[in-house]
């Protein structure tokens, strides 16, 4: 982290009832990324954090799982409390995607 930068931490939800699933040898299998990066007041950007999980929901298990969710946990650096921080989901499977701007809470 360099001098001047805060760390955003953000909890995305992700509704697995939403995510496209494919057949899997004992239930059901899918994937998605969450991305994440900040904008500046002055126009400046970060880098794009990516982070991928494939996953795997067995068959007497999936009724449950669809109601539920997954929680994904990252970190974005800005270097302004003014930033705005964009929050992306890419359902790899289902070829959608989900995106949220968010203002940092106040230091």
């Known amino acids: 982290m360099k001098r001047g930068q805060l760390r955003v931490s953000l909890e995305v939800r992700i509704p697995i009832g939403s995510l496209a699933l494919l057949p899997a040898a004992r239930g059901v299998k899918g994937a998605f990324s969450v991305f994440g990066a900040a904008a500046g007041p002055g126009g400046e950007f970060s880098d794009v954090t990516r982070q991928s999980r494939s996953f795997e929901?067995?068959?007497?298990?999936?009724?449950?799982?669809?109601a539920g969710h997954y929680t994904y946990e990252?970190?974005?650096?800005?270097?302004?409390?003014?930033?705005?921080?964009?929050?992306?989901?890419w359902d790899e499977v289902g070829r959608d995607a989900g995106f949220a701007v968010v203002a940092p809470p106040p230091s």
């Open 74 to 89: 990252l970190d974005v650096l800005v270097n302004s409390p003014n930033a705005r921080v964009s929050v992306g989901v």
């Open 57 to 66: 929901i067995a068959s007497r298990d999936l009724a449950k799982a669809k």
